[in-house]
Structure formats: structure tokens, C-alpha cells
T-cell receptor, first 114, second 114 residues
Framework: DAKTTQPNSMESNEEEPVHLPCNHS???????IHWYRQLPSQGPEYVIH???SNVNNRMASLAIAEDRKSSTLILHRATLRDAAVYYCILRGDRYSGSARQLTFGSGTQLTVLP | DGGITQSPKYLFRKEGQNVTLSCEQNLNHDAMYWYRQDPGQGLRLIYYSQIVNDFQKGDIAEGYSVSREKKESFPLTVTSAQKNPTAFYLC?????????????FGPGTRLTVT
């Protein structure tokens, strides 16, 4: 399975933008890029996903490199409630084995400073 | 409200005892999953089920068992054969027939075995 590489930790000031990077140099053409986040002592929650084009939703934006070997999750204005572990995950399409699983790495611990 | 329920939130057991963790969803999702999380680590897949009366082993199934008699329920039994059962256990579900998948997680059960 294709793997992702993320920094162990990052810090941001409150109300400033945060760019969380993810490298996935072995991504295949059918792999979707998913981001989940996990607040302390809670289950992960979906943030955003994309395939080739940049994506925006109410929580965040996802910028995908043209060669798809890296992506960046963008939180436009970090709040204290955004402090969490952020996971970048590759997921195959319905007809590949990885479609049935989300393979979580250790993610990036984001600390938001007041 | 629709969602995933896990109970109890905290569970304590003596070594050598089997224990069953509950997971219920009212999202009408076909697929359900069980993950284990150890401190500072990502999630690891224990078992998953795509439909009723069918389930598959994940990456770390040894010492665990599941059943899927109803679409809404996917209980996990941690048996005495599991060598290190103390962990945070997360249940998730997803819609199976969607082209793009999103997993919804429960709040988790923290199991402590002494």
C-alpha cells in the first residue's frame, strides 16, 4: 500500500493560517487523498478529501501538487479547537483492496498557541 | 440524531477474562470497522464487515473476535488470548456503495486490563 509521510508535530498561532504537509511519493493514479483529524480522547473525524484538483469545504482546503506526490491541508484561521492530530491517508477506489481500509500513520500533532 | 454509539466509555477487566465492546450505528451504513489505538500511535484495523453475517480480519485480528448479526451492530470481543488488550478501541462505519468513502467514528472505549 502507498504510504504517507507527515511531520510529527507543528505549532501555529491562533487566528493564523496553518499549512500541514503530506508526502505520498508512491501514490497510484486511483488513490484518493483523505485527511482526518482526532481530538484528544475522541474518534477521528473526516476533514476533506481529493483526487487531483484542489478542494475546499467549510473546515479546510486541500491543495494537491500537480504530480500528486504531495498535498497540503490548509486551515485558514486556526482556533484553539483545531488542536488535534491530523492524519493524511491514501485510499483506493471501490475496486481495489485498500478501499476497504483507512491506514492511519502517526499523523501530525498540531498545537495552536493563544 | 444519526451516529455511532460505543459503550461503555471506560472498561476495566481482570487479566484472563473475555470482554465484549459494543458498537451500534443508526446511519444505515453497510460497512463497519474496529480499530485499536495505543498511546501516541495511529489506528490499526482489527476487523471489518462489509455486510451482515460477513466479516474479514484486519491487520491485528489475533486475540479478537466479532459478529455481525444485524446491520446496526458490530460487537468486538477481546479474548484472553490477546496479549496486550489495554488500548483505546474505536468503531467506525461507512456506506459501502458510494464511489468515495468516508468513515464515521464512534467516541471510543478505553479498555484497561490489569
Amino acid at each position: 500500500d502507498a504510504k504517507t509521510t507527515q511531520p510529527n508535530s507543528m505549532e501555529s498561532n491562533e487566528e493564523e493560517p496553518v499549512h500541514l504537509p503530506c508526502n505520498h511519493s508512491t501514490i497510484s493514479g486511483t488513490d484518493y487523498i483523505h485527511w482526518y483529524r482526532q481530538l484528544p480522547s475522541q474518534g477521528p473525524e473526516y476533514v476533506i478529501h481529493g483526487l487531483t484538483s484542489n478542494v475546499n469545504n467549510r473546515m479546510a482546503s486541500l491543495a494537491i501538487a500537480e504530480d500528486r506526490k504531495s498535498s497540503t491541508l490548509i486551515l485558514h484561521r486556526a482556533t484553539l479547537r483545531d488542536a488535534a492530530v491530523y492524519y493524511c491517508i491514501l485510499r483506493g477506489d471501490r475496486y481495489s483492496g485498500s478501499a476497504r481500509q483507512l491506514t492511519f500513520g502517526s499523523g501530525t500533532q498540531l498545537t495552536v498557541l493563544p | 440524531d444519526g451516529g455511532i454509539t460505543q459503550s461503555p466509555k471506560y472498561l476495566f477487566r481482570k487479566e484472563g477474562q473475555n470482554v465484549t465492546l459494543s458498537c451500534e450505528q443508526n446511519l444505515n451504513h453497510d460497512a463497519m470497522y474496529w480499530y485499536r489505538q495505543d498511546p501516541g500511535q495511529g489506528l490499526r484495523l482489527i476487523y471489518y464487515s462489509q455486510i451482515v453475517n460477513d466479516f474479514q480480519k484486519g491487520d491485528i485480528a489475533e486475540g479478537y473476535s466479532v459478529s455481525r448479526e444485524k446491520k446496526e451492530s458490530f460487537p468486538l470481543t477481546v479474548t484472553s488470548a490477546q496479549k496486550n488488550p489495554t488500548a483505546f478501541y474505536l468503531c467506525a462505519s461507512s456506506i459501502w456503495d458510494r464511489g468515495i468513502y468516508e468513515q464515521y467514528f464512534g467516541p471510543g472505549t478505553r479498555l484497561t486490563v490489569t
